[in-house]
């Protein structure tokens, strides 16, 4: 569904990714883990279109993503669920989730989707009237994850939507992720700090450090790796 390929992108001097090549096929669900600065959510901004590629390709579904506008990517069915969640802080939840359903899958889907989000998030029907800028960090989490998933969208990037919770409210947020791509058969690409977390959640990894994929592997290979369990694990 999503084949990158010796990818490069950057800021100013910056080399951000220094020639990434991973794949993602339909129905997958696959974690990018790596320390701060690795390229992680540059990676996420080259595939959703607001930072632009210095050289490399990335097709989605065979087609040259690189040749489509950053604003009709949604549209094809790329929903990027950004780092630090960026909710619209003055509007409810609803109208948040209302935001998220601009593509035409998304306004098509609507009250199927909308069903699904309030059984999953319990707690987002029960706020549905309440601004979103005003929920705890994990409530905004699924509110972000929420409006992703409002446009219908066939691959979902999740940029570390752990960061800043307690690990309790961390591993809720882990949990609903295997239960959408189980429930709504989604290709999911999750970008992580929280390596083991991320990789105990998915089928395959990417491990990506200073802009390159120094390892992959399927989830038990990466685990019981000794470089991951020294680097990630402090063993
Ligand atoms: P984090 O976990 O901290 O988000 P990351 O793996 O997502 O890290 P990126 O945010 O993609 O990494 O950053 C990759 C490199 O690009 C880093 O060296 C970072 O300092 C640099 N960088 C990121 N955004 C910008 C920017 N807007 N301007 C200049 N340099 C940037």
Same mark, same amino acid.
């Given at each position: 569904m999503l084949e990158i390929r010796d990818l490069e992108a950057g800021y100013g001097g910056v080399m951000a990714l220094a020639g990434v090549t991973l794949s993602v096929a339909a129905g997958e669900f696959v974690s990018v883990v790596g320390p701060n600065g690795a390229?992680? +959510?540059? =990676?996420?901004?080259?595939?959703?279109? +607001?930072? &632009?590629?210095? &050289?490399?390709s990335i097709r989605f579904e065979g087609q040259d993503l690189l040749a489509v506008p950053a604003h009709q990517r949604p549209h094809l069915g790329i929903a990027h669920v950004p780092e630090g969640r960026q909710v619209f802080p003055s509007l409810s939840?609803?109208? !948040? =989730?209302?935001?998220?359903?601009?593509t035409e899958a998304g306004r098509r889907d609507w009250a199927a989707n909308i069903e699904y989000i309030y059984r999953l998030f319990p707690i987002l029907l029960e706020r549905r009237r309440q601004l979103a800028g005003t929920l705890s960090g994990g409530q905004q989490q699924m509110v972000a994850i929420a409006r992703g998933l409002a446009s219908s969208?066939?691959? =979902?990037?999740?940029?570390e939507p752990s960061m800043g919770l307690a690990p309790?409210? %961390?591993?809720?947020?882990?949990? %609903?992720?295997?239960?959408?791509?189980?429930?709504? !058969?989604? +290709?999911?690409v999750l970008v992580e700090q929280r390596a083991v977390e991320a990789l105990e959640s998915c089928d395959r990894g990417y491990v990506l450090e200073t802009g390159r994929v120094v390892l992959s592997g399927g989830q038990n290979e990466l685990l019981s790796d000794d470089r991951i369990r020294k680097a990630y694990l402090g063993m």
């Open positions: 390229g992680k +959510t540059t =990676l996420f901004k080259t595939v959703s279109g +607001t930072v &632009a590629a210095r &050289a490399g939840v609803e109208e !948040n =989730l209302q935001m998220g359903a601009f969208p066939k691959l =979902l990037l999740l940029d309790t409210v %961390a591993d809720q947020i882990f949990d %609903a992720v295997v239960e959408i791509r189980r429930a709504r !058969n989604l +290709t999911v």
